[in-house]
């Protein structure tokens, strides 16, 4: 079946560093999205990308959908101790399936202050 | 507007015991999920269903039943628990297809099947 591979699974960083993470996947997909969960709470949408190549921000949080389809990135600058959690990518196409999400496995990130 | 409430927070069950999880949507969507999440791995997939009447499976429906005979309701069966059903439950709603800017998650059931 369709995957997402997320990366990196973990990261530990000083409050204050930009933060990268990616997804990637061999199928084509028409949306992703990306979300935050904090503990002990559903996920919540941070940034939906629609369009192959858009680059849209929220905040100190940039996305963009790639051009092949296949991947998407996010980067969050200038962390914060809040940004702790777990970040998800998800993605869908409209093909045949009601437009179901699919998950990456996320990435758990910590913010030493 | 209470968004996505669902019930219990938690529960314990044993093998082989039933019970239902609740969850309720007070913003007429059409569109509600059920997604279980295990340690380390994204959400999955359970059943769907994009009205009142209309359900379906998706990618681990097996030992999970599902109805939709209100568009408020959409409660999730465990008719036998197995140990592999231990996880953490989320209901999900949105308005129609597509629109996950307007899709809310609840804040789940963490399960034990013992």
């Known amino acids: 079946g369709q995957q997402l591979n997320q990366s990196p699974q973990s990261m530990f960083i000083q409050e204050g560093e930009d933060v990268s993470m990616n997804c990637t996947s061999s199928s084509i997909f028409n949306t992703w999205l990306w979300y935050k969960q904090d503990p002990g709470e559903g996920p919540v949408l941070l940034i939906a990308l629609y369009k192959a190549g858009e680059l849209t921000s929220n905040g100190r949080l940039t996305a963009q959908f790639g051009i092949t389809r296949k991947d998407s990135f996010l980067n969050i600058s200038a962390s914060i101790p809040s940004d702790v959690g777990i970040y998800f990518c998800a993605a869908m196409n409209y093909g045949g399936s009601q437009g179901n999400l699919i998950f990456g496995k996320g990435t758990k990130l910590s913010v030493k202050p | 507007n209470a968004g996505v409430t669902q019930t219990p927070k938690f529960q314990v069950l044993k093998t082989g015991q039933s019970m239902t999880l609740q969850c309720a949507q007070d913003?007429?969507?059409?569109?509600m999920s059920w997604y279980r999440q295990d340690p380390g791995m994204g959400l999955r997939l359970i059943h769907y269903?994009?009205?009142?009447?209309?359900?379906d499976q998706g990618e681990v429906p097996n030992g999970y039943n599902v109805s939709r005979s209100t568009t408020e309701d959409f409660p999730l069966r465990l008719l036998s628990a197995a140990p592999s059903q231990t996880s953490v439950y989320f209901c999900?709603?949105?308005?129609?297809?597509?629109?996950?800017?307007?899709?809310?998650f609840g804040p789940g059931t963490r399960l034990t099947v013992l």
């Open positions: 269903s994009v009205g009142a009447g209309i359900t």
């Open positions: 913003m007429n969507h059409e569109y």
């Open positions: 999900a709603s949105r308005p129609r297809q597509g629109a996950y800017n307007e899709q809310f």
